[in-house]
């Protein structure tokens, strides 16, 4: 049996927690906080044997295996270092870190010490998104020409201290959102010949919302994403003999459809729980066959995607400040 451990307990912790826990094999080791009243409570609601009330002892505790990290991005590359470090595996929630660098040295510290690294991508191993990759990979359209994808929600006026906003946590919507469309571009174009940005910055000094067009030989690829105002949140990917369109909210869809020969062909695929259960799953799958990374999300792959989103913010001026 897999034993999991849960550390920095906020918002997705809950969330993710939910999901492992409907899954048979999802077994709940332990959580920690830097509260320890925070770390008892969340214990006893989804019953982990041990409460920790520091990072450091959860990356000491014997019981765990596997640890998913789910602080704010700033931190995501030293805690997975310190917990790799200790011989934990990781699943770090997305972004893996704020840039390339770091992701590479996160992927150094995983093979020095031989254990198992992914980034909590999860949209990666959602049953629509699979689907839609073999569907565009099988000519299901044509030829593709074009991706549409966005992810914006109207937050505007959060306070600039939160992660939405905070610089020092790395905030902005690129890193947060933003990163789904340029996944999207990513899993089923590849590398992009040529990258163009801009955005609209926050007072903070992060991006409020940017916009960036991939461009590959054959086709074009858009992405919009922003805390400025609402998007549909559908994913259109458009060939030469049809389109694909990902439902709302594309990034963790119930299903999809086929528009070709003027008719729409509706497929629902729901998933089980929010949709976190299919990354742990991967998860428990790799350490069960000794993989130290996932086959459908490998380290390249999210070195790649860092390195897009390295690109767009060298074009929109966003420096974080433990980069300066
Ligand atoms: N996959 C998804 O759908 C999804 C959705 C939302 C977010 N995320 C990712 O998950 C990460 C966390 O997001 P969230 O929305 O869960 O954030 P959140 O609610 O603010 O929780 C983050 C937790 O990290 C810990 N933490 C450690 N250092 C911190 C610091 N300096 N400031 C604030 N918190 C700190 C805190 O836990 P303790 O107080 O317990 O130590 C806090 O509760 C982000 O990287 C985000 O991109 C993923």
Not at 6 to 26: R, Y
Not at 137 to 143: R, T
Not at 189 to 206: C, D, E, M, S, V
Request: hydrophobic fraction near 40%; charge should be negative.
């Amino acid at each position: 049996m897999i034993k999991w451990g849960i550390l920095g307990l906020g918002k997705i912790a809950n969330s993710f927690t939910k999901d492992l826990l409907l899954l048979e094999n999802g077994h709940l080791q332990a959580v920690a906080s830097r509260s320890a009243e925070k770390a008892q409570d969340f214990a006893q609601k989804y019953g982990a044997k041990t409460a920790h009330s520091t990072y450091e002892a959860l990356f000491a505790d014997s019981e765990v295996d596997i640890i998913y990290i789910a602080t704010p991005h700033d931190s995501h590359a030293e805690w997975s270092i310190a917990a790799m470090n200790a011989g934990k595996h990781v699943l770090c929630e997305k972004p893996l870190a704020i840039n390339k660098q770091q992701v590479q040295t996160m992927i150094n510290a995983a093979r020095k010490n031989k254990v198992f690294l992914m980034e909590a991508l999860w949209s990666r191993f959602n049953p629509s998104i699979r689907a839609v990759l073999d569907l565009v990979q099988q000519g299901e359209i044509g030829k593709l020409r074009h991706i549409e994808a966005n992810f914006c929600f109207s937050r505007p006026n959060a306070p600039a201290e939160t992660r939405l906003f905070n610089l020092d946590l790395a905030g902005g919507s690129l890193l947060d959102v933003g990163i789904y469309p340029t996944f999207l571009s990513y899993l089923i174009l590849g590398y992009p010949q040529q990258i163009l940005a801009t955005a609209n910055l926050h007072a903070t000094g992060a991006d409020l919302q940017t916009a960036a067009i991939f461009k590959y030989e054959d086709a074009i690829a858009q992405m919009m994403c922003g805390f400025a105002s609402n998007s549909d949140t559908v994913a259109k990917i458009n060939g030469e003999e049809g389109s694909i369109h990902i439902h709302s909210k594309w990034h963790e869809t119930q299903g999809y459809s086929i528009l070709k020969d003027g008719k729409e062909k509706i497929i629902s695929l729901p998933t089980n729980g929010k949709g976190f259960t299919y990354e742990i799953q991967e998860c428990i799958q790799c350490l069960q066959n000794g993989q130290l990374e996932s086959k459908l999300w490998t380290h390249q792959n999210s070195l790649d995607l860092m390195s897009m989103m390295d690109d767009i913010r060298a074009q929109i001026g966003v420096i974080y400040p433990s980069e300066a």
